[in-house]
């Protein structure tokens, strides 16, 4: 059972542009939403996240929206630069402190194009 | 520094053995996780532990044991290995138990059975 889903697997913008990924959730109590961006031979790395209770959140050139009543999330990055060609996982955690559970969508393939 | 350090980063071994990947975290974090990524690219939680207790156990094989002797350290022991525990292992860590600020990933370990 798929929670939180990532439907592009890949995704090419050219450099100065926008990008902007998107992820789909189906289970309604999630408390928090993540995006997180991996290079290759490297762990994760914690980008933005954003509460349920909150429709925006903004940090830098990254922007995630949050539409709970389409269970739908999307990250934008502008300007595109060629740094960001990573993974961009989306993940989404429910439970109270202690007993938390972060559920990650498949990833995202993000090429910038110079 | 690495805040989040696991050993060693390939592990090849064959059917049967046993093995153990350690984890160390100097962030003063309270809370670390094992997360599994296989072939599919899912990212699963398997444990959690705040402050050296057990709080996540999500349906892993009792041959996986993590072992955390103090807040700083999480071992994950492997017994019997199988060829479907080949897959990539991640440490992580977070503090107070909360995804919101995100969670700090080591650099993974990757594990072939043979």
């Known amino acids: 059972d798929q929670q939180v889903k990532q439907n592009s697997p890949s995704l090419s913008v050219q450099e100065g542009r926008i990008s902007i990924l998107n992820c789909d959730y189906t289970?309604?109590?999630?408390?928090?939403f993540l995006w997180y961006k991996k290079y290759p031979a490297e762990g994760p790395t914690f980008l933005i996240s954003i509460s349920s209770i909150k429709d925006k959140n903004e940090d830098g050139r990254f922007t995630v929206f949050l539409n709970k009543s389409a269970k739908h999330l999307s990250l934008h990055i502008v300007p595109s630069q060629p740094g960001d060609s990573a993974v961009y996982f989306c993940a989404a955690s429910v439970g109270s402190f202690g007993n938390e559970k972060l559920t990650f969508g498949t990833g995202t393939r993000l090429t910038i194009i110079p | 520094d690495t805040a989040v350090s696991q050993t060693p980063k390939y592990l090849v071994t064959q059917m049967g053995n046993d093995k153990s990947i350690k984890c160390e975290q100097n962030l003063g974090h309270d809370t670390m996780y094992w997360y599994k990524q296989d072939s599919k690219k899912f990212l699963k939680i398997m444990f959690s532990?705040?402050?050296?207790?057990?709080?996540i156990n999500e349906t892993v094989p009792n041959r996986f044991s993590p072992k955390s002797p103090d807040k700083a350290h999480l071992n994950l022991h492997i017994n019997s290995l199988e060829l479907g525990d080949s897959a990539v292992y991640f440490c992580?860590?977070?503090?107070?138990?909360?995804?919101?600020?995100?969670?700090?990933f080591g650099s993974g370990t990757r594990l072939t059975v043979v």
């Open positions: 532990y705040n402050n050296k207790e057990l709080i």
């Open positions: 289970n309604s109590m999630f408390d928090y």
């Open positions: 992580a860590s977070s503090q107070g138990g909360t995804a919101y600020y995100g969670y700090t």
